[in-house]
């Protein structure tokens, strides 16, 4: 393949595949605690970081890390303490970080909108080997940290109180899952775009559910769809001069269309099927579904 020739697109692919796998790692998560806009959110603070990045001749990915880091963390201090007046000021973080985010990127020396836009929508072509290398990290981090303690996140996004009862360290694990949705922002940002991002976390975990509602099986799943679909969309980018994070996000969502299409009519099969091997004279069940184990289940 002709696109392996160039530099730039072998970085893309690899900056790919990592946020392919990352954004729904964290995604399933966002969707059991009923917060699938959560990326949205730090995506919107994480363009403060990028605008002190361009103005401090600093790493803009390394800086919206932090910053989206800090913003998530008061987040998450608004959800607990906020009551009331709580959605305000959550709208205030995220509208403040935007308009920061282009306040600062023009008060960079030749800072411009155009240097903020591929930050914005993604741009397959200004992924530097240092961006890679800082998205291999950040990457690595999301992995062991959703992952290596997805028992104890689970338990956590599933049911609180429940977890609370059971010693876990409820707030510290909250903390940590909006600190990783952070950090997922800013992994994908170069590819996807801070704007789109949200929809990579999301839509690959509800087009999994629509095939299994296992935990395990949805997290693969998702990370499948979620590569395929990365991947696709930075090729097709290259050869169609189109935009990637807008590509990835319409392939995202056709993902979603076509198992939601597929799934509809195997759960009428596997209900028809169930209906005719129950036993002749068996008392017809009530439509109140079982109870299953919290291993078992994936939130919505």
């Known amino acids: 393949m002709d696109i392996l020739n160039y530099p730039f697109m072998e970085r893309a692919l690899i900056a790919a595949v990592l946020v392919g796998i990352t954004a729904p790692a964290i995604g399933i998560y966002l969707v059991q605690r009923r917060q699938p806009l959560m990326g949205d959110g730090i995506g919107h603070v994480a363009m403060t970081g990028v605008g ?15 910053v989206s880091a800090l913003g ?12 009331t007046r709580g959605d305000i000021a959550l709208a205030m973080l995220f509208y ?23 930050y914005l929508f993604g741009s397959l072509s200004t992924v530097s080997q240092s961006d890679v290398t ?4 950040l990457a690595g981090f999301v992995i062991v940290v ?8 689970f338990a956590v996004n599933h049911d609180e109180e429940f977890a609370r009862v059971t010693g876990l360290p409820v707030r510290a694990l909250n903390l ?24 990579l976390m999301v839509v690959p975990v509800a087009a999994a559910q629509q095939l299994t509602r ?21 090729v097709t980018s290259y050869y ?54 919290a291993s078992d289940e994936v939130g919505v």
Not at 252 to 276: K, M, S
């Open 240 to 293: 169609q001069n189109v935009p990637p994070g807008a590509t990835i996000v319409l392939l995202t969502i056709a993902a979603f269309i076509v198992l939601t299409a597929l799934a509809t009519p195997l759960a009428r099969r596997r209900a028809r099927n169930a209906a005719a091997a129950r036993p002749a004279g068996d008392p017809v069940e009530c439509a109140i579904p079982a109870t299953r184990g």
């Open 96 to 118: 403040g970080g935007m308009a920061g985010g282009v306040m600062f990127v023009n008060l960079a020396p030749g800072g411009s909108n155009a240097n903020l836009s591929s």
């Open 134 to 137: 800082a998205i291999g990290i």
């Open 72 to 83: 998530s963390v008061l987040m998450e201090l608004i959800r607990w303490y906020g009551k």
């Open 146 to 153: 959703t992952l290596g303690l997805r028992r104890q996140l």
């Open 176 to 199: 940590l899952t909006a600190v990783t949705a952070a950090v997922t922002v800013t992994v994908a940002m170069r590819v996807v775009g801070l704007i789109l991002v949200s929809a």
């Open 214 to 234: 296992s935990f395990a099986a949805t997290l693969a799943i998702a990370g499948a769809i979620g590569v395929t679909v990365t991947v696709s969309g930075t």
């Open 52 to 66: 002190l990045g361009f103005l401090l001749n600093a790493s803009p990915v390394w800086m919206a890390t932090a």
